[in-house]
Nanobody, 121 residues
Framework: QVQLVESGGGLVQAGGSLRLSCAASGRRTYTMAWFRQAPGKERDLVAAISWAGGTTLYKDSVKGRFTISRDNAKNTVFLSMNSLKSEDTAVYCC????????????????WGQGTQVTVSS
């Protein structure tokens, strides 16, 4: 079993930055990912990172603005978000899976509760 706890969400003005953290308990060799879901929209992959951290996958609209990273010694994954836009407003959820990098939510077995990110324009 893996428990995931996110932190770092909040309200920020457009153009600002936030850093989300996801602390994981249990097994460490998981692919980790951040998904987001805005009201009335489907849940989408934002970014994913392999368990060793060498391979990443990003949603096109966040490339160059967001960076996913992990500290396996602390069993924590991060999402650094810069140049935030109003369309980035959503609940951001951390996920863990034993498969390789994937943009499909069904490939991830464990989920956190989510943290709200609101970007004001």
């Amino acid at each position: 079993q893996v428990q995931l706890v996110e932190s770092g969400g909040g309200l920020v003005q457009a153009g600002g930055s936030l850093r989300l953290s996801c602390a994981a308990s249990g097994r460490r060799t998981y692919t980790m990912a951040w998904f987001r879901q805005a009201p009335g929209k489907e849940r989408d992959l934002v970014a994913a990172i392999s368990w060793a951290g060498g391979t990443t996958l990003y949603k096109d609209s966040v490339k160059g603005r967001f960076t996913i990273s992990r500290d396996n010694a602390k069993n924590t994954v991060f999402l650094s978000m810069n140049s935030l836009k109003s369309e980035d407003t959503a609940v951001y959820c951390c996920a863990a899976g034993s498969m390789g990098l994937s943009s499909e939510a069904s490939e991830y077995s464990y989920w956190g509760q989510g943290t709200q990110v609101t970007v004001s324009s």
